[in-house]
């Protein structure tokens, strides 16, 4: 996906779209990078970037409900503290 209509991202951007990436792909107990899914997931956090958000926890969070997967496992709200732990853990 190239970014279009002069989207940047500054290097804290990176750092917290690479966490929120991280956090989600180990929430979907996704391994290989390869996956059509990490891919999903990564189009998925790119855009909600575009759109200004810039919170690591959010940008997962977000990803994982467009994904339908948050609130399968434990009624959501412990799968969002998860993705915050996992995105917080992995933040410089």
Known sequence: ???QENNWFAPEDIAALTAAFEAA???LALVER???MATS????IIELAKNGERDADRLCDGALKIIGRVGRLSGGREQ???CK???SAIKP
Do not use: G, H, Y
């Open 1 to 3: 996906m190239a970014l």
């Open 25 to 27: 792909l180990s929430k």
């Open 34 to 36: 390869r996956d059509p």
């Open 41 to 44: 997931v990564a189009k998925l």
């Open 80 to 82: 969002q503290v998860l």
């Open 85 to 87: 732990e996992k995105a």
